[in-house]
């Protein structure tokens, strides 16, 4: 599909289910956060951006096709991909899967316990956040990568029912959405367009896709045709459910001229307008769909960023590859589980940190160029076969992501410096 050879499949194939690895790490990847912007977008411009949400689709489905594809054919990690680079890959990954993973993991304990909030009011939301912390915490620790996934699958179910279901009660405006795939970019748009194209479903979870795949038993060239059906099908679910938003967003609160916050909160004032309009038990219904965002990405996270951690320390050790210390509930990966947990529950009761929030945020912003760029190099190398590097049309793909994503980067980090400075 996006190699310019033919795929070298054994004569024989074992029967495999198509879906997994690629459902896990779309439903990691759509947050609350993505369901925010895309909702505030569409509250602000309508159906003006679909466009961008197809766009954002593509790019991701190339982002981790390179990934899952080098993992196939090279026989590496990603990270001893990165490694070969040079030691400037491991200088900046080092501190940012630390940093990275103790402020996000209390963003997504916060996130995780908002809506649960909403629909119990006399909760207190600290108590909840440590509360969905902790059950994360156990259902990763004592969990294998199948039960994992199958929970995730329970989880997507969970968003299609209300996400979806929020989208066909908002009853779209069909010649609006067709409209809308002709690329068009309204007045005072461009952030917007620049965030839907570029978070349309993760940023270092995209990296942990080849290890979920490695969990899978994915794990040769042979398995290249049913990881790319997998990851295609995968973003298809997660562009349905941006595209939800999309048409809710312009439907329900574009159409009356309803505002809402770009934070978290605004998915809690959704749904009291949807409480308003289609009556409460509808608005417990969606809160219940943004938990199932918020907690699929939280576990998402436990576990796939945990398996990057432990493959990181591995190689530091010169470990052999796969070594059962860096896997599924290997000792290095639950290091990276407790430091998920533990530590950042202590920021749930502290101001924002302005020195550790600044370095979140420009390490944050930096990954998407670098991982872009690092699979540029990977991918028309000799590092992996001939037959699996890329075609013209991903290197024109990853192209567009590095500037596009650097863009952004540059944007990001100036609009944490002068906020916090």
């Not at 982002?63 to 899952?68: P, Q």
């Not at 029912?161 to 929020?166: C, E, F, H, Q």
């Not at 992996?384 to 013209?392: F, K």
């Not at 290197?395 to 609009?415: K, R």
Request: charged letters at 10%; proline letters at 4%.
């Amino acid at each position: 599909m996006f190699a310019m050879s033919e795929d070298v499949e054994s004569s024989a194939p074992p029967k495999w289910k198509v879906v997994g690895p690629g459902l896990v790490v779309a439903a990691t990847g759509i947050g609350a956060a993505d369901l925010v912007a895309t909702l505030v977008a569409g509250s602000r411009y309508g159906y003006a951006l679909l466009w961008v949400i197809i766009v954002g689709v593509i790019m991701k489905v190339v982002l981790v096709e390179g990934a899952g594809r080098y993992t196939l054919a090279s026989g590496n990690t990603i990270f001893q991909g990165w490694r070969s680079l040079g030691k400037w890959t491991t200088a900046y990954f080092a501190p940012y899967i630390v940093i990275w993973g103790f402020v996000y993991g209390a963003a997504a304990m916060s996130s995780s316990a908002l809506p649960i909030v909403a629909l119990f009011p006399s909760l207190n939301l600290k108590a909840v956040a440590i509360i969905s912390g902790l059950l994360g915490f156990a259902l990763i620790w004592l969990g294998s990568y199948g039960f994992f996934e199958k929970i995730i699958t329970v989880f997507v179910g969970i968003m299609f029912v209300t996400v979806i279901g929020a989208a066909v009660v908002a009853v779209p405006n069909i010649p609006a959405v067709v409209k809308g795939i002709v690329p068009t970019i309204p007045d005072g748009s461009i952030v917007y367009v620049l965030g839907l194209a570029g978070g349309v479903g993760g940023t270092i979870t995209l990296a942990a896709y080849g290890y979920w795949l490695r969990e899978k038993g994915w794990i040769t060239p042979k398995f290249m045709k049913v990881m790319r059906i997998d990851n295609a099908m995968a973003y298809v679910i997660s562009g349905i459910f941006v595209l939800a938003m999309l048409i809710v967003g312009a439907e329900l609160l574009y159409s009356s001229q309803i505002a809402i916050s770009t934070g978290d909160q605004g998915l809690i004032q959704l749904s009291d307008v949807l409480a308003d309009r289609y009556g409460t038990v509808f608005g417990y219904v969606f809160l219940i769909g943004f938990w199932s965002a918020s907690f699929s990405s939280l576990i998402g996270v436990w576990n796939g960023v945990s398996l990057m951690f432990a493959d990181f320390i591995g190689n530091m050790k010169g470990l052999p590859q796969g070594h059962e210390d860096t896997r599924v509930g290997g000792k290095y990966f639950k290091w990276y589980v407790v430091w998920l947990t533990f530590p950042p529950m202590a920021l749930l009761w502290l101001d924002e940190p302005i020195g550790l929030v600044l370095a979140y945020g420009v390490l944050g912003a930096v990954f998407m160029p670098f991982l872009a760029v690092t699979l540029l190099r990977l991918l028309n190398s000799d590092r992996v076969p001939t037959q699996w590097r890329n075609g013209w049309f991903t290197n024109i793909v990853l192209g567009v992501c590095t500037i596009l994503f650097a863009w952004l980067a540059v944007d990001q980090v100036h609009s944490v410096i002068t906020s916090y400075l």
